[in-house]
């Protein structure tokens, strides 16, 4: 694809004790991506005025940063294929992104930025250049241009062609100041994902991972539970059905066997059908505890014995963080990132991983024994990655300013030299 772009043509300054940023962000592939998003529009919240777009709705139960400005363009989502559909059934796909570019560009011009922060895009999101072209255009096409940067919640969220495509090298190389990858490269790093990352031609910046675990929650640890019990959570509770009813099924062996009670989270997204499908497996039962979303699940994680979900990115921060032993069966999804993610877990001894397509009630039972009697290590991993974000930009805007004074003294002292 040949995207029509723009030119660098200058430098941002400062006008103002607390800059502008203007985030983009199209979280519509998982709850754990919208919180990554908030996080981190929060921790730049010490040091900008960030104004985050989204191009997908809140979900009840997740709440924005108070001082972060939240603006939603009109929703759409991404398709398991790779695809983009409208959730709005009033307008086409068409008319819904004509309407979504056209509030994209109001809002970039009404904020008037110094930075431009957007989610993936160019290594990803093609499917929205639509809009995403014209906004970098824009930036670009401003009397003073902002810092441009690309933000990758990790290497595993953008594709092999992304690293090799002369279009993609060509747009960061001509408009982007920088790409900052939210994780720990002692962890995982973008060259560790393609080799082709070699050939990006801008500076690429490891932050450290987001940490998100506190997130809109003034909720103080849970309350002690004398039983032991395994916690079971379906992520946002989109297609998450088929584990979380496994769970339930098997919950009276498990206590049997085991010892543990069952408690299950399945995320707000879970369709009312699945729900009361729920319920009625969990009934009659003193043994099983059915939750539909909580707070803050991290006080559950720290005092469960085992935490069996489908390996999202931001679930997996969480075992990273607390050692919780965890039982993971990563959901199948376009490019296979969880299944990637799961197995680095794995192989750090954090993590026992069960295969979707092996999962049973036997299979089940076996990984959580295994990974009860486990000892996960504790990595120390960076989780400071918001902050180092902040520092990133701002100092970069400082020198940006810096050199722009620099400029302008020198022209006024060659003016006045050439006058006398």
């Keep these: 694809m040949n995207w029509p772009i723009g030119q660098r043509t200058g430098y941002r300054t400062m006008s103002s004790p607390l800059p502008k940023l203007f985030f983009y962000s199209q979280p519509s592939w998982s709850l754990g991506a919208l919180r990554h998003s908030l996080g981190l529009a929060s921790s730049l919240s010490q040091s900008f005025r ?73 290594l990803d999101l093609i499917t ?128 049997r066997e085991e010892g543990l009670e069952t408690r299950i989270v399945t995320g707000p997204s879970i369709s009312e059908e699945d729900w009361k499908e729920l319920r009625r497996l969990t009934r009659s039962s003193r043994h099983v505890r059915l939750q539909r979303s909580v707070e803050n699940l991290i006080p559950l994680l720290t005092q469960a014995e085992v935490v069996v979900g489908e390996g999202g990115f931001n679930a997996n921060l969480d075992v990273l963080q607390n050692s919780t032993p965890a039982v993971i069966v990563p959901r199948r999804q376009p490019g296979g990132s969880r299944i990637r993610q799961a197995r680095r877990l794995e192989q ?47 100092e970069y805007l400082a020198h940006r300013s810096s050199l722009e004074k620099e400029a302008m003294s020198a022209s006024r002292t060659g003016t006045g030299s050439s006058s006398k």
């Design 50 to 122: 960030v104004t985050l777009v989204l191009g997908s709705p809140i979900p009840d139960g997740v709440v924005a940063p108070a001082n972060v400005l939240v603006r939603e363009l009109p929703p759409t989502t991404l398709t398991d294929d790779g695809g983009i559909q409208t959730i709005d059934r009033r307008r086409d796909l068409d008319r819904t992104l004509e309407l979504r570019r056209d509030k994209l560009l109001e809002l970039f011009a009404s904020t008037g930025p110094e930075v431009l922060l957007v989610d993936r895009f160019p």
């Design 128 to 255: 929205l250049a639509s809009e995403l072209v014209p906004l970098v255009n824009s930036a670009l096409a401003s009397n003073k241009v902002p810092v441009m940067a690309c933000s990758v919640r990790s290497p595993d969220d953008v594709g092999e062609p992304a690293f090799v495509d002369e279009n993609t090298l060509e747009l960061l190389d001509s408009c982007f100041d920088m790409l900052l990858v939210h994780t720990d490269p002692s962890h995982v790093k973008i060259e560790d994902r393609s080799p082709g990352a070699s050939k990006l031609p801008l500076q690429v910046l490891h932050t450290g991972f987001v940490d998100v675990s506190n997130l809109g929650s003034d909720s103080t640890a849970a309350p002690p539970n004398p039983t032991p019990e395994i916690l079971v959570s379906g992520g946002s509770g989109h297609d998450s059905a088929k584990l979380l009813k496994l769970a339930a099924l098997e919950h009276n062996r498990l206590w």
């Design 348 to 394: 750090e001894g954090q993590a026992v991983v069960v295969e979707p397509w092996q999962l049973d009630g036997k299979s089940l039972l076996k990984a959580v024994r295994k990974a009860r009697y486990s000892n996960p290590p504790e990595m120390g991993y960076n989780m400071d990655g918001g902050s180092t974000t902040t520092r990133i930009l701002s």
